[in-house]
């Protein structure tokens, strides 16, 4: 049998991405704004009914245009219970990442928790909509405002998925999002900034290449963000097979949920279905009380060739640069730890049939 991983890609047709990349060698235009980027910003804009979308060549690098320019400086607050490269992604442009705590019913930032790690030195906030539920973007916009702070999400789990019945890519001054080939939508490698805001747009587009304004003309110091168009093109091919995917998540997601409700001790963090949802992340949280630790059943999954995962265990802050630059954040981040120390990520998408479900479960089962 084939392991079973959290996070196989999804792929959409097959042929349809081929046609695209022989249409892309036939033109010979390979990079720098082509026409399969500008159709995938077009079709992602028209999808999360948003303004602006500038694709990028990864979600991390996104994240640092996206930083520099909001011209955030000095501190930027965010939550530690996130995957690294949100904390690099400031550390990287100099700033000094703060952590703030989380919400353990929900596992995104607690907006008081961000409240009481302001300083003089804060400029932004950085919320993330953990595992694609959308974070306390109510909560946060009030602090942001009522302290004058920029306020900007990283969305790289939560493509296609809505707040308040709005898309994810509607909020903050700009959202931050992820297609990277493990996320449940994927262009092999790439992301984009989502934003309302037409001068911010045009600032991340000279960002990306290189501050070019027109040939010979720079007018900025821009880095390398842009998407190629075969990644483009795998986007756009993964784009017209969302329905597909979204409906094989939903299906795995209801099939855990039914079977794994009557067990004691364990529970499955839900999804508001009242939201649009991409269920990507089958998140199980084992109690104290389970007659086994959430560090061993991982192993037992693991031993049963299904490679289910702790994840953002240990907590940002407890990652060596971030410790040892903050060795007592942890002080603050309680339910960040509590979380963290409870969470298993189960396989879903497209390579999860529910025969692998069932085996999942009965693991699960013989340990009570
Ligand atoms: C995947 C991910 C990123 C980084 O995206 P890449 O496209 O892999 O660079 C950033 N933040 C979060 C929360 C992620 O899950």
């Known amino acids: 049998m084939h392991p079973i991983h959290v996070g196989r890609p999804n792929i959409g047709d097959r042929q349809t991405f081929l046609n695209r990349v022989n249409e892309i060698l036939d033109r010979n235009w390979l990079t720098n704004n082509g026409p399969v980027v500008q159709e995938f910003e077009k079709k992602l804009a028209e999808y999360l009914g948003v303004g602006h979308v500038v694709a990028m ?18 501190e930027v607050i965010l939550p530690s219970y996130t995957f690294i490269a949100t904390a690099h992604a400031i550390h990287w442009q100099g700033l000094t990442p703060v952590f703030a705590d989380i919400n353990p019913a929900t596992h995104n930032l607690d907006a008081n928790a961000v409240k009481r790690m302001i300083t003089p030195k804060t400029s932004g906030i950085i919320g993330v909509h953990l595992w694609g539920r959308g974070a306390d973007v109510d909560g946060l916009q009030d602090i942001a405002n009522e302290y004058e702070l920029k306020l900007m999400f990283d969305a790289a789990h939560a493509f296609g998925c809505s707040y308040q019945g709005k898309m994810i890519g509607n909020f903050g001054a700009c959202e931050v999002f992820s297609f990277h080939a493990t996320k449940f939508f994927n262009s092999i490698e790439g992301g984009a900034i989502a934003t309302n805001d037409d001068e911010l747009a045009e600032k991340l587009n000279l960002m990306r290449n290189f501050g070019f304004a027109g040939f010979d003309n720079v007018i900025y110091p821009g880095t390398n963000g842009k998407m190629n168009e075969i990644c483009a093109a795998m986007g756009l091919t993964n784009l017209e097979y969302l329905d597909e995917i979204l409906k094989v998540n939903r299906r795995n997601y209801l099939t855990y949920q039914k079977l794994i409700q009557p067990i004691q001790g364990i529970s499955l963090l839900p999804y508001d279905q009242t939201e649009s949802n991409n269920f990507q992340y089958i998140i199980l949280e084992v109690d104290p009380d389970f007659p086994v630790s959430r560090d061993t059943l991982v192993d037992k999954f693991h031993e049963a060739n299904i490679l289910a995962r702790k994840y953002f265990w240990p907590g940002c802050h407890n990652m060596k640069p971030y410790k040892d630059l903050f060795p007592n954040a942890n002080l603050l981040l309680k339910n960040t730890e509590l979380v963290a120390d409870r969470v298993i990520v189960l396989p879903t998408g497209l390579a999860m049939d529910l025969d692998n479900i069932h085996k999942v479960v009965e693991i699960l089962v013989s340990c009570i």
């Open 57 to 74: 060549c990864n979600g991390t690098v996104a994240l640092e245009i996206a930083i520099r320019a909001l011209e955030l400086e000095g």
